[in-house]
């Protein structure tokens, strides 16, 4: 309830106004029939201004409510959109010399009060605008002061949207008078102040004023529209109201509460004023204009619709409206309805949602055509009366429908929000006329928008063209030769030749201009014909325009003109005076390694190098969350600065640099910022020290690796690509290792890669460079296979020759021999197959060993042998028998005698072959022979038993003790490889 005594009583009794039904209220627009091409004179106290005169008792804590609904800013300097006020004005009606102020102004709402004693207003801020577009719809608005306490609350549109103390209220109010003489609505005098005398353009409505402060449930309903209850102390009903002014603009008007003051401002309808295809024309246009061409579903729908086109200016079109005969005042009125029955004849949908079935259909006679299914088209038919108002009596609406392809007529659209908006790019930050535009419909029944502040544009038939004014200079024009279906929006040349906009021309430019005009939200891009898309879809390659201009002047990069791209983007600390290097973050990924080359110390390898940094120099434009959409031309990334980066293990010192073959993409990380309306197009702008710049570069090139191969085949090599910055860059440009990747295989041929690593050089001095350090396993199998087995084979039959017969001493010579010069030849082809070193290999090791066994094993049989005969001996020559004695002279015997041995030689009573026979064809025969004669020689059998000991078992374990400690330590180190890294 409401504090206030006992006239709530009869307040509730007498006074309460609930809508329950259509009640028609009277509303005054102020200054409705000014020309808008001339300002209000802000000094004078002449302008219009409605008044209620009555001495009142002011209560200590009041609430006052009002509806209003301005058209524009006034006062162009200072904009502010409605006002209200109350207290004692002065006897020259110039400015109030106490009282409360309450106004709406760009900034926000704010509450002045002053008292005799002070020559300006005191303030107290409200909060900012709860809306973007605070004209041209109802704000219903109530305010509460508590002159005690100061306390203030503000409520509007249903809710509250502020509450707060103003501590100067109580102390100001101390000098007020015990009552107040005069309440202006819509205006205020007030000869001082920047704002000078305020008078608004527009309507205003219900002003109640009560002793007390409602609760915050009530407020929430009156401005909600929901409860409508008359003043105490002031009432809209009772109160006398008079418009005080010389120039008889304002037009009194009664207009419905319900269904036009208190009606949902969520949606809006706005007029085509021109024939067109409704298929086609209207509702591509209605997309322009940033909603949808207007249908219904219901009766109630429809009659918004219908309400909507009764406003007087429409029946001034002359496409749309006609005279009904022998009539002034009877207009018959048509227009196309976004209804069809194209899926199935007979059942009308919503052209956009074919799921909204249209539930009431007042046809007119004859209608719907059952002649033809072509008829797919709906429009309504008006029959209306001017009665003088702003909105004519709709005496019967109904409905018809029309072959679509072959048939035009004017349109509605319907936009989200109270009003639909336009806003003009491209023109100069000193241009006089407004940006920010609200579409509606002149007196004359021809396109309008309406500037926020003081510009007007209008669609001029006689002269076929569009007439760009401002009232702060009424002789400034400018021209725009486009035709009205266009509506002025998208991309248009404009003639500012007699304009006052000449600053914004400079030297030797011609006086026409291309503007873009937009109804376009801020995330969306206007297309050249007016069309919006989303600004993502802006130089995505794709065009999304009908006209395709979405995908002209796609240029990423901004640079100033001082831009150089030999020098780094360092930075200057001013504090320690000192640069702070640019940051560049170096990755790899290694792709292959395609060849290693052992003998010439080199390595080739195919890699990505990636380097990123941040550039504040640069300004991107229209980056896309997607980084590859953000690829950099060739002709863009040449006038970048990139980081030069020398690859100094290579023959000629090669070094990144960009190139056709370069990828330069721009990852988009911070914020944007919309270009200014000074520019045509609508640009999303990205800083240069947000959002990273990403060098990608695939290269093949042969790095220098000196191969450490002392334990060849058990040895791991490291290689590197060694990195580093030229000298120039040294103070200004720091590099940091990021991330190595191995994208290729890592088993080759010879090697396995078993480790990779991107560190700097060394860590105490980070500006000689970085280095890919690149480990590589060599693998074994093949040196198994074509080494060491071929030489275990070897040795085992070496060794097998220990087992022989005696008397096959030529055959063990022979395979020792042989196995020796195979090995030295097999240790030959290794070591011609690997670089020359000073050092030993770990395979030559194997090798030379494997060479000293069958060396050995001569050594031991020739001593065996030797340790079996005396000093003359018959030997087998070729076939030819010759006697060898100590003294090293040989005798050959020509004659077929026995072999004879001395008597001392010879330890058995047994026949001892002939020479003949040692030598016979006959290999049974000399095998035999060969065996007898072994067995009557003479022997040393201690030292003959050691030798054999030795060969069968000595130089076997001696061989086993080697290769067991020599595989033992071969293998432990390969598989430690990874302690290289």
């Not at 509730?12 to 009277?26: E, F």
């Not at 029959?383 to 005496?395: F, I, M, Q």
């Not at 120099?617 to 997607?626: E, S």
Request: one cysteine or more; glycine letters at 6%.
């Amino acid at each position: 309830t409401m504090e206030g005594g006992g006239w709530f009583v009869i307040l509730i009794g007498s006074s309460l106004i609930h809508c329950t039904k259509s009640t028609s209220i009277r509303t005054y627009h102020l200054n409705k029939q000014i020309d808008f091409r001339n300002s209000l004179c802000f000094d004078c106290n002449t302008n219009e201004c409605l008044t209620s005169q009555r001495e009142l008792e002011y209560s200590r804590r009041f609430t006052l409510c009002y509806r209003s609904k301005p058209l524009v800013f006034s006062n162009p300097t200072i904009p502010w959109s409605t006002v209200i006020a109350f207290g004692r004005i002065n006897r020259d009606w110039t400015l109030y010399d106490e009282g409360f102020m309450f106004g709406v102004w760009e900034t926000g709402s704010w509450l002045g009060f002053t008292n005799r004693m002070m020559t300006t207003y005191s303030w107290v801020g409200l909060g900012e605008l709860r809306s973007d577009i605070p004209l041209q719809s109802w704000r219903h608005i109530c305010f509460t002061v508590d002159m005690d306490s100061g306390d203030v609350s503000l409520f509007e549109n249903g809710r509250a949207t502020w509450k707060g103390r103003g501590e100067n209220i109580p102390e100001v109010v101390k000098s007020f008078s015990t009552t107040f003489s005069h309440l202006t609505a819509g205006c205020a005098y007030r000869s001082q102040g920047n704002t000078g005398h305020m008078s608004m353009y527009g309507e205003v409505t219900d002003v109640q004023m009560y002793s007390g402060i409602m609760t915050d449930r009530e407020l929430e309903d009156i401005t909600g529209c929901r409860l409508f209850l008359e003043g105490d102390l002031i009432s809209w009903k009772k109160a006398s109201w008079n418009v005080r002014g010389t120039k008889l603009n304002t037009v009194i008007e009664e207009k419905d509460l319900e269904d036009e003051v208190c009606a949902s401002a969520s949606k809006s309808f706005h007029f085509l004023p021109f024939k067109q295809s409704m298929e086609t024309a209207i509702m591509d246009l209605c997309n322009k204009l940033s909603g949808r061409a207007a249908g219904f579903r219901d009766e109630k729908s429809f009659n918004q619709i219908a309400n909507f086109l009764a406003n007087t200016n429409h029946l001034q079109s002359a496409e749309c409206s006609a005279q009904t005969e022998g009539t002034t005042d009877n207009y018959v009125f048509t227009t196309f309805l976004a209804n069809t029955d194209v899926d199935v004849e007979g059942v009308w949908r919503d052209i956009y949602n074919k799921s909204d079935i249209v539930t009431y259909l007042p046809w007119a006679p004859n209608r719907p055509y059952s002649g033809s299914r072509k008829y797919n088209c709906m429009k309504t038919t008006l029959l209306l009366a001017d009665e003088g108002g702003s909105r004519a009596k709709v005496k019967n609406a109904s409905l018809g429908d029309e072959e679509c392809a072959h048939f035009t007529d004017c349109g509605v659209c319907q936009v989200d929000g109270p009003v639909q908006m336009m806003q003009v790019r491209g023109l100069c930050k000193k241009s006089i006329f407004d940006r920010q535009y609200i579409y509606t419909i002149n007196n004359d029944g021809t396109p309008m928008w309406m500037g926020l502040r003081s510009s007007t544009i209008v669609y001029k038939e006689a002269e076929s063209r569009w007439e760009w004014y401002d009232r702060k200079n009424n002789r400034s024009l400018a021209i725009i030769y486009s035709t009205p279906q266009t509506l002025l929006l998208g991309l248009h040349t404009v003639d500012f030749s007699e304009s006052f906009d000449q600053a914004c021309l400079r030297k030797g430019q011609t006086s026409l201009r291309n503007l873009k005009f937009s109804t376009c939200k801020s995330d969306q891009f206007t297309c050249s014909d007016g069309q919006c898309i989303n600004a993502e879809q802006r130089c995505d390659q794709t065009s999304n325009c009908m006209d395709e201009s979405d995908e002209e002047d796609c240029r990423m990069i901004f640079q100033k003109d001082n831009y150089n791209n030999k020098i780094s983007p360092f930075k200057y600390d001013q504090k320690e005076d000192k640069n702070i290097p640019a940051v560049v973050n170096i990755s790899v990924s290694i792709r292959d390694i395609i060849k290693i080359e052992e003998i010439d110390h080199i390595f080739t390898a195919k890699y990505a190098m990636i380097m990123e940094w941040y550039d504040y120099r640069l300004k991107f434009y229209n980056l896309k969350a997607n980084r590859s959409m953000n690829a950099l031309s060739y002709e863009e990334l040449i006038k970048m600065w990139i980081p030069l980066v020398i690859f100094d293990n290579t023959e000629n010192n090669e070094a990144t640099k960009g190139d056709e073959d370069t990828e330069m993409t721009v990852s988009r990380e911070g914020d944007f910022v919309r270009s200014e309306d000074s520019v045509t197009e609508e640009i999303n702008i990205f800083e240069g020290e947000k959002n990273r710049i990403t060098f990608n570069r695939v290269y093949t090139k042969r790095f220098k690796c000196v191969y450490e191969l002392q334990m060849y085949p058990f040895d791991t090599q490291s290689c590197t690509i060694h990195m580093k910055l030229r000298d120039l860059e040294l103070a200004s440009v720091f590099l940091i290792p990021d991330t190595l990747k191995m994208d290729g295989q890592t088993v080759l041929t010879q090697f396995i890669v078993t480790n990779w690593k991107l560190v700097y050089d060394d860590l105490n001095d980070q500006s000689k460079g970085l280095s890919v350090l690149i480990v590589m396993k060599r693998r074994i199998i093949n040196e198994l296979l074509t080494t060491y087995l071929p030489t275990v084979l070897i040795l085992i039959i070496v060794y097998i020759t220990n087992y022989f017969k005696t008397f096959f001493f030529e055959a063990v010579v022979t395979v020792n021999l042989t196995a020796l010069l195979v090995l030295t030849t097999l240790f030959i082809s290794v070591s011609g197959n690997l670089p020359p070193t000073s050092y030993v290999k770990y395979v030559d090791i194997w090798l030379i060993f494997a060479q000293i066994i069958p060396f050995f094993e001569v050594l031991l049989h020739t001593f065996m042998d030797i340790m079996r005969e005396e000093e003359s001996r018959e030997i087998n020559n070729h076939g030819t028998s010759i006697l060898v004695s100590e003294s090293g002279s040989s005798t050959t015997k020509t004659s077929a005698t026995s072999v004879t041995s001395r008597t001392n030689l010879t330890t058995r009573n047994e026949v001892v072959p002939t020479l003949e026979e040692l030598v016979a064809r006959d290999e049974r025969q000399m095998v035999e022979a060969r065996k007898k004669f072994y067995e009557n020689a003479l022997q040393n059998k201690d030292w003959v038993r050691m030798g054999e000991y030795t060969g069968k078992l000595v130089l076997p374990l001696c061989i086993l003790g080697f290769s067991a400690v020599y595989w033992i330590y071969g293998l432990s180190h390969y598989y430690s490889a990874n302690s290289h890294l």
